[in-house]
């Protein structure tokens, strides 16, 4: 496996072109969807959105090892290709996306961490955009490495839910993207509540929009 991953979620509606298709073709295009975009990636997995949120229907998480000089052009080369010839159909609402790496808060991996290369998924998928202060990069290692030890305390009294942290700094708008599963929707919305009372919840400039997807094998997203 990489040593470090490219992971790019993004979510898509379909147009009116693809209502106005009858019922077979509808079906012809989602299989096609799934197709192209699975040979684009080298892990791929697919989410209905509707109804968690109103722009949206369906939300693809696409992965590649990023080691090499030119594996991110090569992804996106080749994912910016079957999304392009698919527009017609598919129209890119948001996306989010970066690399993963070790963490300089947490020693060693963790049996809750999401492996983008996994081939069973949990139940429900949630990611969302994520930046701290200016602050927070002003404060000392050590008074970080405090409040990061209660946050991942916390987190380690939900087992049932995983995390992957996907690093954007100069990237996107935002520094981080974080991505959970689980298969107990309300169980998560506990710990983000928990997390709520943590002193490093001082520090969070951004915590939105978040997406809540639910798994779709890809017989089931045809179908």
């Keep these: 496996m990489a040593e470090r991953q490219l992971n790019l979620y993004t979510t898509y509606s379909f147009t009116q072109a693809y209502f106005s298709l009858n019922e ?6 989602r299989k096609r969807i799934v197709d ?6 080298e892990a791929t997995f697919l989410y209905s959105i509707f109804p968690t949120r109103p722009d949206s229907d369906f939300l693809i998480w696409s992965a590649w090892g990023a080691d090499e000089e030119s594996s991110t052009h ?7 290709t079957v999304v392009q010839g698919l527009r017609t159909y ?12 070790v963490s300089m808060y947490a020693r060693g991996k963790s049996e809750q961490d999401m492996d983008p290369y996994d081939a069973e998924r949990s139940m429900y998928f949630i990611a969302y955009p994520f930046a701290k202060t ?11 490495q405090g409040q990061m030890n209660e946050h991942m305390k916390l987190g380690k009294q939900y087992p049932e839910i995983k995390q992957l942290l996907l690093y954007s700094f100069g990237l996107q708008d935002h520094e981080f993207v974080v991505a959970y599963e689980t298969n107990i929707l309300p169980k998560f919305s506990d710990l983000v509540r928990d997390l709520r009372s943590t002193e490093a919840r001082r520090h969070t400039a951004m915590d939105a929009p978040i ?13």
């Excluded at 077979?24 to 295009?29: G, P």
């Excluded at 890119?92 to 993963?100: N, S, V, Y």
């Design 36 to 41: 192209e975009v699975s040979g684009a990636a």
């Design 134 to 144: 200016k602050e927070w990069y002003l404060m000392s290692m050590d008074a970080r």
């Design 90 to 101: 598919i129209q890119p609402m948001q996306t989010l996306w970066g690399f993963t790496r």
């Design 24 to 29: 077979a073709d509808q079906k012809a295009l």
């Design 74 to 80: 090569v992804a996106f080369e080749k994912m910016g």
């Design 211 to 223: 997406i809540v997807g639910m798994y779709q094998t890809p017989e089931a997203f045809i179908r």
